[in-house]
Nanobody, 124 residues
Framework: QVQLVESGGGLVQAGGSLRLSCAAS????????MGWFRQAPGKEREFVAS????????RYADSVKGRFTISRDNAKTTVWLQMNSLKPEDTAVYTC?????????????????WGRGTQVTVSS
């Protein structure tokens, strides 16, 4: 079993930055693909970014590419999402997720473990 706990959310002005952290438990973490998803009020949850266990391959939603960076440290069992040039449209609950298969895809159905989420609010 894997447990995920997010932190680092908060309120920032447009153009600002935040760094989200996801602390994972479980010794199988290293082989998992890790992802970040987000859900805004009235919207469906959407894929944001993912990273395979080696950290050498990443994926990003078009809406965040060039602004967000996902990274991981398997020794620390931690995944981060660095968010720069934030926009009001980025306001959402951001959730960390783990894909035990390690497919490296953006498919939500592949992610079997989910954190509880952390709120990110970007003001105009």
């Amino acid at each position: 079993q894997v447990q995920l706990v997010e932190s680092g959310g908060g309120l920032v002005q447009a153009g600002g930055s935040l760094r989200l952290s996801c602390a994972a438990s479980g010794r199988t973490f290293s082989s998992y693909t890790m992802g970040w998803f987000r859900q805004a009020p009235g919207k469906e949850r959407e894929f944001v970014a993912s990273i395979i266990w080696t950290g050498t391959s990443t994926r990003y939603a078009d809406s965040v590419k060039g602004r967000f960076t996902i990274s991981r440290d398997n020794a620390k069992t931690t995944v981060w999402l660095q968010m720069n040039s934030l926009k009001p449209e980025d306001t959402a609950v951001y959730t960390c997720a783990a894909d035990p298969i390690g497919s490296g895809t953006s498919a939500e159905s592949n992610y079997g473990y989910w954190g509880r989420g952390t709120q990110v609010t970007v003001s105009s």
